[in-house]
Nanobody, 120 residues
């Protein structure tokens, strides 16, 4: 069983920045594939960013490219998403997810979600 605990998020004005962190349990964190997803009201959940192993294997969705960065700290079992130049369209509940097999990108474990609200 893997537990994911998210922190960060909150309310920010358009153009501002926020940071989300996700702490994962488990001894094989460096083998996990980790991802961030988001779900806005009335919309389907969408993939935002992913990383497996070191931060050099990170990638983000086109909709946030150039604004969001995902990094992984294997020593702390933590994945962080830095979000810059936020817009109202980034308002959503953000979820951290883990693929413990580390290769399928089928996420088995999910965090509780963190609200991000961007005011215009």
């Amino acid at each position: 069983q893997v537990q994911l605990v998210e922190s960060g998020g909150g309310l920010v004005q358009t153009g501002g920045s926020l940071r989300l962190s996700c702490a994962a349990s488990g001894r094989a964190f460096s083998n996990y594939a980790m991802g961030w997803f988001r779900q806005a009201p009335g919309k389907e959940r969408e993939f935002v960013a992913g990383v497996r192993g070191s931060s050099t294997s990170a990638f983000v969705a086109d909709v946030v490219k150039g604004r969001f960065t995902i990094t992984s700290d294997n020593g702390k079992n933590t994945v962080t998403q830095q979000m810059n130049s936020l817009t109202h369209e980034d308002t959503a509940v953000y979820y951290c997810a883990a693929d413990v097999l580390g290769g399928s990108w089928q996420f088995d474990y999910w965090g509780q979600g963190a609200q991000v609200t961007v005011s215009s």
